[in-house]
């Protein structure tokens, strides 16, 4: 059900060591959506998503998906609880084929090999170039190539939600186009989104939900549309100036 939360945050605060990087965050997802997080570098998106996948520790506040509180989970019992991370970088094992990298994302799973064959095949349907270079190793591929993979990888983890950090960072606009139809294709089977994306235009034309972040701090939020109308968005984000 689209307006039942797969993701609550309240207050959620958090940061490496004694440095504090948010502050006080509260965002939804609603399931079957897909949800943007907005804003400049060094904002604290990535610190959030890592926050979210266990990778630092939340130091206060409230972190819940279908009603299970998380705020003291650890990254693999997270990932047990379906919230599945795509990291900004990639991150892919370069040495190892696509196929390898792609069912290292199904390591923690207990799935039989049937299922994890049709999830396979399900990565391949969406990303068919894949499949054509599924024997090639992930470093000889392109950086486009290696976002599809990064992602079929998460898909391999059989995600409730799927976070990806930095959809587009250093694609070419058609690699980009490529990855949104991808998405929404994913999106209209079900599945719910947490997209972090540095180009603005892009996320909030994609998303239902979108959060602004702003020094650790989320600063404004609304629907994709509403965004992408507000004036004070489009002047600092987008570079239009109005009258």
Not at 4 to 9: M, R
Not at 94 to 99: F, Q
Not at 150 to 159: E, Q, V
Not at 179 to 202: F, H, K, P, W, Y
Request: hydrophobic share 45%; with cysteine.
């Amino acid at each position: 059900m689209a307006d039942t939360p797969i993701l609550e945050l309240q207050g959620l605060r958090a940061g490496y060591g004694e440095v504090q990087v948010l502050w006080g965050i509260d965002l939804a997802v609603r399931r079957g959506e897909i949800t943007a997080l907005i804003g400049s570098n060094g904002a604290g998106k990535t610190t959030l998503m890592r926050a979210l996948s266990g990778l630092i520790p939340i130091q206060s506040g409230s972190y819940r998906s279908d009603g299970v509180d998380l705020a003291d989970a650890t990254a693999a019992a997270i990932l047990s609880h379906g919230i599945v991370h795509v990291p900004e970088g990639r991150r892919l094992f370069g040495a190892m084929s696509i196929e390898d990298n792609l069912l290292m994302g199904a390591y923690s799973r207990t799935a039989g090999r049937a299922e994890i064959s049709r999830d396979m095949d399900r990565v391949y349907a969406t990303f068919p170039k894949l499949f054509e270079r599924r024997n090639q190793a992930a470093a000889t591929l392109s950086g486009g190539e290696q976002q599809m993979c990064a992602i079929g990888r998460g898909l391999m983890s059989a995600p409730n939600l799927l976070m990806i950090d930095e959809l587009s960072l250093g694609l070419s606009p058609l690699l980009v186009e490529q990855l949104v139809a991808a998405l929404r294709a994913l999106n209209a089977e079900g599945m719910s989104i947490l997209l972090v994306e540095q180009d603005v235009t892009t996320a909030l034309d994609l998303c239902h939900a979108a959060y602004v972040m702003d020094m650790g701090r989320i600063v404004r939020s609304g629907s994709g549309a509403e965004l992408l109308a507000d004036p004070i968005i489009r002047d600092a984000y987008l570079g239009v100036l109005e009258d």
